[in-house]
């Protein structure tokens, strides 16, 4: 039996619609925060979709030292929360440290254990502690079969509000690969479970991480096939001049036509298998 993940007035799992996560990589000013938030909570109400809007204070895992990496934990709040007031929608964040959780949970709906720390215990404790909702984003390092650890870390609090996200496995140096294996896998442990399909499109590597963006359609209409919960997109409307991940953030202007093929290909898939 899945675990149904409430957030806000938005059910996630089993046989409830497929939820977007969808946003910037990173805050890069109020004003293009904003303009993003509107835009995709505008997409959402026309298409009728459940969005989640998410972005990053703080990018504390760039590959290089000098690259942007956000406004801040109390700067970057403040923004959400002013998305959160004037649009009304849920929101999503990741933390590094256990000290960002109990700020971060005044202000957002989700807390997001990112993918190089979904190990750190004390990290996933702080987050389950304040009785929010924890995305853990399985790392390229973890077997699917083992996502039961950081799972049982954060159960550890009494939090079973718990979203698993797969954004895909290193394949030797320099390469990630998707396995849709992995959406029954995880599921199998009772909770939800997310594809990032942006940061699957990584390929790791030197001073700058690169992607390759076309393969993202493939591989998030495979993932939804595989019967994942929800779609992760790092969503971005001038892509050549994103201060982070510009190599695999997805357009904004070509989101709606992969949008539409997802959701009916969700349906058809929720259809046969319920």
Same mark, same amino acid.
């Given at each position: 039996?899945? #675990?149904?993940?409430? *957030?806000?007035?938005?059910? =996630?799992?089993?046989?409830?619609?497929?939820?977007?996560?969808?946003?910037?990589?990173?805050?890069?000013?109020?004003?293009?925060?904003?303009?993003?938030?509107?835009?995709?909570?505008?997409?959402?109400?026309?298409?009728?979709?459940? %969005? *989640?809007?998410?972005?990053? %204070?703080?990018?504390?895992?760039?590959?290089?030292?000098?690259?942007?990496?956000?406004?801040?934990?109390?700067?970057?709040?403040?923004?959400?929360?002013?998305? +959160?007031?004037? %649009?009304?929608?849920?929101?999503?964040?990741?933390?590094?440290?256990?000290?960002?959780?109990?700020?971060?949970?005044?202000?957002?709906?989700?807390?997001?254990?990112?993918?190089?720390?979904?190990?750190? #215990?004390?990290?996933?404790?702080?987050?389950?502690? #304040?009785?929010?909702?924890?995305?853990?984003? +399985?790392?390229?390092?973890?077997?699917?079969?083992? =996502?039961?650890?950081? =799972?049982?870390?954060?159960?550890?609090?009494?939090?079973?509000?718990?979203?698993?996200?797969?954004?895909?496995?290193?394949?030797? !140096?320099?390469?990630?690969?998707?396995?849709?294996?992995?959406?029954?896998?995880?599921?199998?442990?009772? !909770?939800?479970? =997310?594809?990032?399909? #942006?940061?699957?499109?990584?390929?790791?590597?030197?001073?700058?991480?690169?992607?390759?963006?076309?393969? *993202?359609?493939?591989?998030?209409?495979?993932?939804?096939?595989?019967?994942?919960?929800?779609?992760?997109?790092?969503?971005?409307?001038?892509?050549?001049?994103? +201060?982070?991940?510009?190599?695999?953030?997805?357009?904004?202007?070509?989101?709606?036509?992969?949008?539409?093929?997802?959701?009916?290909?969700?349906?058809?898939?929720?259809?046969?298998? !319920?």
């Amino acid at each position: 039996m899945m #675990t149904i993940v409430k *957030i806000n007035t938005i059910s =996630i799992g089993n046989h409830h619609p497929l939820v977007f996560i969808l946003g910037p990589c990173v805050i890069e000013s109020r004003d293009h925060c904003m303009r993003m938030a509107e835009r995709l909570k505008s997409l959402s109400e026309s298409q009728k979709f459940p %969005f *989640i809007f998410k972005s990053s %204070f703080d990018k504390a895992n760039r590959t290089s030292v000098d690259s942007f990496r956000g406004p801040g934990l109390e700067k970057g709040l403040k923004i959400l929360q002013e998305v +959160k007031a004037q %649009f009304q929608i849920p929101v999503l964040t990741d933390i590094h440290e256990p000290s960002h959780a109990k700020p971060a949970a005044e202000v957002v709906d989700v807390l997001q254990i990112p993918a190089f720390l979904c190990r750190q #215990t004390d990290l996933l404790v702080a987050a389950g502690q #304040t009785g929010k909702p924890v995305n853990i984003k +399985k790392g390229q390092f973890v077997s699917p079969f083992d =996502i039961i650890h950081p =799972i049982r870390k954060v159960e550890s609090t009494g939090n079973h509000a718990i979203l698993l996200t797969e954004r895909g496995v290193s394949f030797g !140096y320099g390469n990630l690969i998707t396995d849709a294996r992995s959406i029954p896998i995880m599921q199998e442990t009772g !909770y939800p479970v =997310i594809f990032d399909a #942006t940061h699957s499109a990584q390929i790791p590597g030197g001073t700058v991480t690169g992607g390759n963006r076309k393969y *993202i359609p493939t591989t998030a209409k495979a993932m939804v096939a595989a019967g994942c919960d929800g779609i992760f997109m790092e969503i971005h409307d001038n892509v050549n001049e994103a +201060k982070s991940d510009r190599s695999t953030q997805f357009p904004l202007d070509e989101f709606p036509d992969l949008l539409r093929k997802l959701i009916e290909l969700s349906t058809l898939v929720r259809e046969k298998s !319920y």
